[in-house]
Structures are given as C-alpha cells and as structure tokens.
C-alpha cells in the first residue's frame, strides 16, 4: 500500500454524502491543508462550513479550483463534463481530477474532452453511501471496508492513478480496477436496476392509495427495506439513468422478462414453478450475503 500525499488545497464539488464524507476522511488523515467546499445550494454551504466539513466555501467553479492540487467531483453525472470544461483554465499543472460518479464510459469521454495538458483525470466510484443527501447527511467512516473502484484508460497517467488509490486506500477502502464499459454494466444491475425497480414499486403501490385502499399505511418492515433507495435523490438518479443509457436498458429488459415469467406462474397457478423461481433467488442472495461477510 502506498502512502497518501497531503494535499495543500482540495476542491470538492458537491458537499452531500459523498463529497462531504470524502473531506471529512481527508481532514481525519491529515490528508489536505485546506478544503474549499463548493455548491450551487449556499445554504448547504453554510451547513458545511457550520458542521467543520469543510474550510471555506464558494459557489465560483474558477474561484475554487485555483491553485487546487485535487478535485474532487460529487456533482450529478451529467453536469460534470460541462463543470470541467467551465474552469479547466483555472487549473494548475499537476492537479488530479477525480470523481465519485456511477456512470464512467460516457462520463470519461465528456471529462476527457475538457482536460488540458499536464492536469490528470482519474475516474473513480466509490461503492458507499445511504438514501439520505446534503451535509448533515455526511459522516467519518463511510468509506471503511467499502470497495472503490478505479476506471483508468490507457491515457490516465499512472502516477496520478497511484496517488488516488493511496488515497482512497487510506480512507480504508479496497480499490478494484474495472474497465469502464464492464464498471457500467455491472452496477447498471446491482445498482441503478435496484434503484429503478424501487421507485417503481413505490410509485405502484401508491397508485393503489388513490383508489382510497390506504395501502401505505400498512407498509410493514418488508416493503420498507425493499423500498429504502426510493429516497435517494430524483435528481442524482434520472441523471445516472439517463447517463447509462444503454446498461440500465438492458438489465431492465432482464428484469421484465423475469417478471413476466413471474406473472404467467401465478396466472397459470403453477406453483411448483414459482417455489422454483423463489428458491433460484434466495440461494443466489444468501450466497452473496454470505461471501460478503
């Protein structure tokens, strides 16, 4: 394991749960002699600042990431191409922009685009967080035992690579590198298909409310857990949806098909079938649960 370098000054983009985690971590390990905090939401600046997160705060891309040594990008995916390309002549010869967003092949080639020569772009994902956003949704610890994965091409500078994998390695992450095409696909399935079918099965159930059944009032803890991530951020979401495209498509084109082969057992009351179907799916997650401890 490499020993991570202390920046003199880290921008971070977006102080929510990820972005104000990741300052959090950095001033725990003595990692950064400075972190400007920056936002559109000047009242979640605010609360930055008020809760120690950060040491200064702007709502001015340029002003931000003047003379920053990191940058650390935990915007909405599809705003970071054009963020990039707003202050990319601000930008110091050395400094390394990474990023905390769950899409990277289209994310990669919008990035690439506005970074100049001599500035490293270093994509990464780290596999953490909860339902809740904003800066008081920040905490010390989100990143322990997590698994970060790195998405570098064959044009990322390896230096740089090395200095973000120490980094989020000191943090207590297990950095996995993953090409970003593989990146999309997997997580379009264990992660933005999950997210999708969430809201789906929210928005369904409430559809029922309408019909004057009140449903929701005896949602029990089953329906809860199942439906949690139906409170994660519209916005975020619509944006990874939109962004992976062509992945989350895919995985629900799996997910209909099942479902539709689900329904037709219970049309049919074949329920040999669905005893089948069930039992396929609780040993696949008590496997997954299983190697996961």
């Not at 915007?75 to 390309?85: H, Q, T, W």
């Not at 970074?115 to 949704?137: D, K, L, M, R």
């Not at 005896?218 to 329906?223: P, R, S, T, W």
Request: with cysteine; aromatic share 8%; net charge negative.
């Amino acid at each position: 394991m490499s020993k991570a370098p202390k920046f003199e000054r880290v921008a971070i983009f977006g102080v929510g749960l990820i972005g104000g985690s990741f300052a959090m971590e950095l001033k725990r390990f003595n990692l950064a002699s400075h972190i400007v905090g920056v936002g559109r939401g000047q009242e979640n600046l605010e609360t930055a600042m008020k809760l120690g997160i950060v040491d200064s705060i702007t709502t001015d891309p340029l002003e931000a990431v003047k003379d920053a040594d990191l940058i650390f990008l935990a915007v909405p995916v599809n705003s970071m191409g054009a963020l990039v390309e707003k202050f990319r002549g601000e930008l110091k010869i050395g400094a390394i922009i990474t990023d905390g967003g769950s899409v990277k092949e289209k994310l990669i080639d919008e990035v690439s685009t506005f970074i100049p020569e001599g500035v490293h772009f270093v994509p990464g994902h780290p596999i953490a967080g909860t339902e809740h956003s904003g800066a008081e949704a920040a905490f010390i610890g989100l990143y322990k035992d997590k698994k970060c994965i790195l998405t570098p091409t064959d044009n990322t500078d390896k230096e740089a690579v090395e200095t973000v994998k120490a980094l989020w390695e000191a943090m207590g992450s297990t950095v996995i590198f993953m090409e970003p095409k593989r990146h999309d696909i997997v997580f379009g399935a264990v992660s933005h298909l999950p997210h999708v079918i969430a809201y789906a099965l929210v928005n369904s159930v409430s559809s029922l409310e309408k019909e004057k059944f009140d449903v929701m009032g005896f949602g029990a803890g089953g329906f809860k857990s199942t439906t949690r991530i139906a409170s994660s951020s519209p916005e975020m979401w619509s944006d990874i949806c939109t962004m992976n495209k062509d992945a989350v498509l895919r995985c629900i084109d799996v997910f209909q098909k099942v479902l539709l082969r689900i329904k037709d057992d219970i049309t049919e009351g074949d329920n040999q079938s669905l005893v089948e179907e069930f039992d396929r799916a609780k040993k696949s997650r008590d496997s997954f649960i299983k190697a996961d401890e």
